[in-house]
Antibody, heavy 122, light 107 residues
Framework: QVQLVQSGAEVKKPGASMKVSCKAS????????IHWIRQTPGQGLEWMGW????????DYAQKFQGRVTMTGDTPLSTAYMELSRLTSDDSAVYFC???????????????WGQGTLVTVSS | DIQMTQSPSSLSVSVGDRVTITCRAS??????LNWYQQKPGKAPKLLIY???SLQSGVPSRFSGSGSGTDFTLSINSLQPDDFATYYC?????????FGGGTRVEIK
């Protein structure tokens, strides 16, 4: 069965960087786009961007451009999302999610990771 | 970015009730709209895509409609498992924004 398993909770200092991993199983990792979404009590759900694991191509929401980097390791079937220059506003649960059509970008997300809580605090 | 506004923000209903949730986009998005269900501590679950297409495995009591700027999620005969928060998401352009959510609670 399809699964996305994310790395564990993190606590970071303001100004630091974070990197969350998302290991896929149960399907061919390179065939489906992976998206990253975060959730905060204040801002709700925010789409951050996507990566095409096959080509390495990415697209990021303008809000995060310059601070976010999404990568993929096809042999490990794992996607990564790195966010730099953290502030307290980046405290959130971060999710990875799979686009539901192979080889296509639909932004309809059928499988999600369990979420990774990142707390930014001095 | 396109703003997505859901209403109501919460509602109290009983098992067996019919529920209607609305989502309005700040500009036309054709039918590029998804609906998700989220339970506490869990990831969202895709219910409806393309405004009215039922995702595989989702019960037929869920339905979606609308196009342009106004959309509706309906749940016929609400079941105990349906108490959750529901989100719309536009997939048309730019940052694929979500609505603020509608919490469906037990009356």
């Amino acid at each position: 069965q399809v699964q996305l398993v994310q790395s564990g909770a993190e606590v970071k200092k303001p100004g630091a960087s974070m990197k969350v991993s998302c290991k896929a199983s149960g399907y061919t990792f390179s065939d489906y786009y992976i998206h990253w979404i975060r959730q905060t009590p204040g801002q709700g759900l925010e789409w951050m961007g996507w990566i095409n694991p096959h080509t390495g191509g990415t697209d990021y929401a303008q809000k995060f451009q310059g601070r976010v980097t999404m990568t993929g390791d096809t042999p490990l079937s794992t996607a990564y999302m790195e966010l730099s220059r953290l502030t307290s506003d980046d405290s959130a649960v971060y999710f990875c999610a799979r686009d539901f059509k192979a080889y296509q970008l639909f932004f309809s997300l059928d499988y999600w990771g369990q979420g990774t809580l990142v707390t930014v605090s001095s | 970015d396109i703003q997505m506004t859901q209403s109501p923000s919460s509602l109290s209903v009983s098992v067996g009730d019919r529920v209607t949730i609305t989502c309005r986009a700040s500009q036309g998005i054709r039918t590029y709209l998804n609906w998700y269900q989220q339970k506490p501590g869990k990831a969202p679950k895709l219910l409806i895509y393309d405004a009215s297409s039922l995702q595989s495995g989702v019960p037929s009591r869920f339905s979606g409609s609308g196009s342009g700027t106004d959309f509706t999620l309906s749940i016929n005969s609400l079941q105990p498992d349906d108490f959750a928060t529901y989100y719309c998401q536009q997939t048309y352009i730019g940052a694929r924004t979500f609505g603020g959510g509608t919490r469906v609670e037990i009356k």
